[in-house]
């Protein structure tokens, strides 16, 4: 039986494809087995595939009756996958030789129960640049108040190596009709995730194409930042399934917060994107059991007042402002010293407010007269 499980759905790319291929083939970790799924690809992918199966028999194909779409076809590798471990392998990316040997050592001989590297950003001129390191230690205990180690970890599947007993146990599958689906995926299986080891080295080699998903994403199309949304929706059903509303309040504050400030964000002053957009979210965010939570660790959440009332003019003039730093998300208070007496920078809505924040000496942060940070206990509790 192999050890790991890849994962590659495969839809019209054969101009990449034996990249790909040739990337899993040649792992120094060779007790793998890879499977392609064909979603119905009208090129020659098909063909490429059974050429490699000829000389690799670690190769397997599904051919799919109709095409189902990436998350389908994700979930068609997941059923059939022999292996305790899985990991995904877009067909246009390629890992490094030494990808699965670092990622399965690294999960099993310190007992964790995920494990992630870096991404390499690779343009279609042949240029290559690294992904920012989105990294926050080399081990991290994921608990209910680590929303630092929430927010630094990217959500990309194909990264990581997963368990499969989690992803059997749970149900945890890709999220089917819908953009983003890999942000879901994560967040479900981050509920039940105890450790995470990371490696910082970047093994991942992610191709960058306009005609991707993400870059389709940024041409603000209604439809598309709509997904956004759904994603927080369709977590919080999975957490409500399970019981998990009070006990991953953590979870759900980060996606919401992450997702709903991102399509906001990108909506911007764009009167016809914010008003259905927050006229949605403030419905998500009214089923969410978090501010509490919130006022607890010591954020007051009152632009959940303004989603909730459908206040799109407070949207529309937050986003008018000139951004100085569009880093995402609606809150996000950074601490990095030990001490806990300074935090680095607040960010609201993807805008930088504040940098070198002494929270000795400020008890509170209003922004456009919105009370967005107060102190109600120490910074530590944040963390």
Known sequence: MPKISIIVPVYNVEPYLSKCLDSLINQTFQDIEIIC????????????????????KRIKIIENNKNIGLSGSRNIGMQIAKA????????????????????????????????LFGTRKVYSNKSKKKVKEFFYSNRGKISDNSINLLYNLDWSVWNKIWKKSILNKYDIIFPTGQNLEDAPFYFKYMAFVKKV???KKPKYNYLQRPDSIIGQLRHKKLVDLMF???????????????????????????????FIGEAISIAGIDEKLIKPIVKQSSVVLSNLVIDNYLNRIGINYDFISALKSKNFNFFYKLNSVKRKSKLGGIIKIIKTYKSHKKIKE???????????????????IKFLNVLIWKTKKSPSSLG
């Open 37 to 56: 799924v064909d979603d119905c690809s009208p090129d020659n992918s098909n063909s490429i595939i059974k050429k490699y199966m000829e000389y690799d």
């Open 346 to 364: 607040v960010i609201f809505l993807g805008i930088k407010i504040i940098e070198q924040l002494e929270t000795d000496n400020i008890k509170q």
């Open 228 to 258: 956004y949304v759904k994603a927080v929706e369709d977590v919080r059903l999975f957490f409500k399934k399970h019981n998990l509303l009070l006990r991953k309040k953590a979870i759900l504050f980060v996606i919401a917060d992450r």
């Open 84 to 115: 305790k471990y899985i990991m995904f392998l877009d067909p246009d990316d390629w890992y490094d030789k030494d990808a699965c040997e670092l990622l399965y050592f690294e999960i099993v001989k310190k007992d964790v129960d995920l494990a």
């Open 197 to 199: 080891s990371i490696i």
